[in-house]
């Protein structure tokens, strides 16, 4: 399966501690994307990491993609009552024909930060 | 995720009924996308559209319907559903991959209940 998995499946932190999420999946990857879901609604994107790339930084996000473990792992750092929701990855193997990409989503970890 | 909308948030039909769900991106996206998000499952990609053109339909049984008129506007025909469908659809929109643009924009999603 293309699919990413993400592990843990749910965890629970108090406001102000770093949250750190992994994924893992089984196939190449042309990039490997994190998308949040707060309950019920759409998915918004967070942040991407391509393949060639080790590291990534985005406000309090910062991603981390090791292509020979095939794993990446999303941390939150200083996290607030407003980032409890469900974080999923999605990989990205560029198998989509021309134009549109096909992404392959994990079950997601259910993220609860506690006031 | 306010570039992409749907219509009707919630809808409940019985298994004889026939219904459509309607997706809008106003984000001049060419690729769009239907995705089915049931419980504890990974999101599973039902249809892909570029351009208008079809170009994935992963097995999907054909009481699902799609329909893409043009760029902006998909549908998803519904009819002789079975309770198992309840979920959770969810729409997405992607600029031009080959453009180097990979990230994908969600809807807010319908909840379907199928009684």
């Known amino acids: 399966s293309q699919q990413g998995e993400e592990d843990p499946q749910a965890l629970s932190i108090q406001e102000g501690e770093n949250a750190t999420m992994n994924c893992s999946y089984k196939t190449s990857i042309n990039n490997l994307q994190w998308y949040r879901q707060n309950s019920g609604r759409g998915l918004v994107h967070l942040i991407l990491i391509r393949s060639n790339e080790r590291e990534k930084h985005s406000g309090r996000l910062r991603v981390t993609l090791d292509t020979s473990k095939k794993s990446s792992s999303l941390l939150i750092t200083a996290s607030r009552a407003a980032d409890t929701a469900s974080y999923f990855c999605?990989?990205?193997?560029?198998?989509?024909?021309?134009?549109?990409?096909?992404?392959?989503f994990g079950t997601g970890t259910r993220l609860t930060v506690i006031p | 995720e306010t570039g992409v909308t749907q219509t009707p948030r919630h809808l409940v039909m019985g298994m004889t009924n026939k219904k459509s769900l309607k997706c809008e991106q106003h984000l001049g996206h060419n690729a769009m996308y239907w995705y089915k998000q049931s419980a504890k499952k990974p999101l599973e990609l039902m249809f892909v559209y570029n351009f208008k053109e079809q170009t994935e339909n992963n097995s999907v049984p054909s009481r699902f319907s799609p329909e893409c008129p043009n760029s902006s506007h998909l549908f998803l025909h519904l009819h002789t559903l079975q309770p198992e469908d309840s979920a959770l659809y969810l729409c997405?929109?992607?600029?031009?991959?080959?453009?180097?643009?990979?990230?994908?924009?969600f809807g807010p999603g319908t909840r379907l209940t199928v009684t």
């Open positions: 999605a990989t990205d193997a560029g198998t989509g024909k021309t134009g549109a990409n096909n992404l392959f």
């Open positions: 997405a929109s992607s600029q031009d991959w080959d453009r180097g643009s990979y990230e994908q924009y």
